[in-house]
Structure formats: structure tokens, C-alpha cells
């Protein structure tokens, strides 16, 4: 697990400023009509017109600046002109961004204009176990306290918790150890230590927990084609609490 310094923790808090407010205007563009590459590019030129890079684009190839998963798409959507967002749908917005050598990394699902009371519950609940699990982070513990809080409260909703893809340590790199998996055991994992940084990043299915890989060897869909929603925050763990980063 990291351990950030004072100055490190100035730059991590505005990288994580710049991925909230790159998210929160990406949300008021989402509106029938708009296709996700056209989300991609405003995204992409808020991020370098705030002085930082986006952290995706050419990670491991990926071509884009953000991950847009429409519906039955859990995670890593590739931003495509033709995919036109329209009523009813959600979306899935993941958003990365590099500040002075420093990453930020947080993901919000979005309704598209009027969306059902069950999609609507599903955003929530999953935002809502992203909270749960935090409640759990703390310094001497086992990090599988917050997946286990995670999987506890996305299940007693009837929904299910993606187990391929995880959570992890962030700060010079987007992705270092630990891995933060959203289910478990409270004796899973290492010993949360002062000062880390994480990703937590609960991805949450309505129905079973089954996905698939797409043929662009990126985007991840439900097997059964219900809908799921992805919520994430980057955190800074101290012993006066847990210091969210990109909310
Ligand atoms: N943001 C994702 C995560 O939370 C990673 C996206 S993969 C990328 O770990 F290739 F798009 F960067
Ligand atoms: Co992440």
C-alpha cells in the first residue's frame, strides 16, 4: 500500500479536484441525442484546458479519454460516434486525469433524460455501497472489510457484484497494489495503512454477476443484458478518517 507525503497529497487532491469537475461537466452535456465520442472529446479538451492529461488515452492501448458504458455495459465503453444516447438510458462515465505526476480516478453512472424507478434504484444503490464500504476503511484494519460492506449491501438489494474487475491502490500510477475487490471476507486483504490512496470502485449488476468481454477487448457487458452501474471515488485514508478525493 502507498504512503503519500504532505506534498504529494497537494498535487493527488488536485488531480482529484480535476476529475470531479471534468465528470460533473461531462453530466451536463449527457442528454438524448449526444453520441459518447462527442462526450469523449469535451472531456478531453476540460482536462487539458485544466492543466492536466488524461490518463486513459493510450493506457495499454485504450484509445480514448473516458470509458462510456451505456445499460448493459459495466465498464471500459469505448466512446463510438455511433452510439447515440437516448431516454431511458444510463451510462456509465469513468474518467481519469494526470496532474503534475499524480492520478485521479472516479466514475459516476448517469441517467439519460427520464430514466425507470429500477434503473434509478440501481444508481443509487450502488453510489449507496460505495458509502458503505468506506464506512469500513480504516487504519489497522483489513481491507476486505470494504468489499465485504460492499457485497453485503448491494446483495440485500437483490443485485449482484461484478467480481472481474476491482478496485486498487492509486497515486503515481493509476494502478498500483492493492487490489480493492468489492466482495469478500473481512479477513481478506492487508492491513489498511496511514496515508494510502485507493480507488474504490463498486460495479454493480441488477441482475446476475456474469460478464462478458467484448471482441474490442475492452468493453465488459452483463451475460444476462440487464443493466449496471459503476460508482467511484478516489480516497486518501488517515487516522481522523477517509479524505474523498474527487467528490
Ligand atoms: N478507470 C479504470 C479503473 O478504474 C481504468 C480504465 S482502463 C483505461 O481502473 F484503459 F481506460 F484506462
Ligand atoms: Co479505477
Redesign the pocket.
Known sequence: MNNLSPAEMVLMRKAGQITRDALNYVETLIKPGISTLELDKFAKKFIIDSGATP??LN??G?PASI?ASVNDMVV?GIPSDKIILKEGDIISI?L?VIYKGYNG?A?RTFPVGKISPEKARLIEVTKQSFFEGIKHLKVGHRLGEVGHAIQEYAESHGYSVVRELVG?GIGKK??EPPNVPNYGKVTDGPLVTENACL?I?PMINMGKRGVWLLEDGWGVITQDGLPSAHY?NTVHVTREGVEILTL
Open positions: 490518463s486513459f493506457y495499454e485504450y470509458c471500459h469513468d481519469g480516478d466514475a486498487h493509476m494502478h480507488a470502485e467511484e
